[in-house]
């Protein structure tokens, strides 16, 4: 099945800077990379999502890039901010015609101080 | 915006009972997943569900796991004879038919097993 790789597990900046959090899979039919915030308690949210047709894709301060050929993705958050704190988790998932399971990866807890 | 509910919030219970979960997915959804997450760790993909049957199940979701959606709305994961090692965080999500690939996940049932 599929294995997903997340690092670091930690990450700690200071407000304004940029954070970087990386992942790598093991399946190639994988095809749907989601990235999802967790607060504290709380459940997880989508922050954003790329499909393997598309190489990058930005929203706002949030960008993730894909490298299919080397399995990896990769979550950019710039100009950071003390909410911006949280774990964050990488999935990856084969979207076929219907449901797609989620396999995640560990989490990485971004520490991001005023 | 619609969300997915869970009931209860937390559950306490002396292992070897059983426990239901209730999770009310968007209601125009029509795959439902369950997850758990054993504090601090990843979230674990435990079984999709769609069309009134099972999709997938991961080797977590063993004889002791049961899931059913008894009427149009609710779907339930069951736990026959709770474990120690039950205790977790049990998160419901749900996807649009046709829509996003966006899994919407639920607020979580705290369960503590003792």
């Known amino acids: 099945g599929e294995n997903v790789e997340q690092h670091p597990s930690t990450l700690s900046v200071q407000e304004g800077d940029s954070a970087v959090i990386k992942c790598t899979y093991s399946?190639?039919?994988?095809?749907?990379f989601p990235w999802y915030k967790q607060e504290l308690g709380k459940r997880p949210q989508l922050i954003i999502d790329i499909r393997s047709n598309v190489g990058e894709k930005k929203d706002q301060r949030i960008a993730v890039t894909l490298n299919k050929t080397a399995k990896h993705f990769s979550l950019h958050i710039t100009e950071t901010q003390p909410e911006d704190s949280a774990v964050y988790f990488c999935a990856a998932s084969i979207k076929n015609s219907g449901y797609s399971t989620l396999t995640f990866g560990k989490g990485t807890m971004l520490l991001v101080s005023p | 915006e619609p969300e997915v509910t869970q009931t209860p919030s937390h559950q306490v219970t002396q292992m070897g009972q059983e426990v239901i979960l209730r999770c009310v997915p968007i209601s125009n959804h029509l795959y439902f997943y369950w997850y758990r997450q054993i504090l601090g760790q990843k979230v674990e993909f435990l079984v999709s569900?769609?069309?009134?049957?099972?999709?997938?199940k991961s080797e977590i979701f063993d004889d002791q796991f049961s899931v059913e959606r008894p009427d149009g709305s609710n779907f339930t994961l069951k736990i026959r004879s709770t474990k120690l090692e039950d205790s977790a965080m049990y998160f419901c999500a749900s996807i649009e038919v046709g829509g996003t690939y966006e899994q919407y996940f639920g607020p979580g049932t705290r369960l503590t097993v003792t």
């Open positions: 399946d190639s039919a994988s095809n749907y």
């Open positions: 569900f769609y069309n009134n049957e099972i999709s997938e």
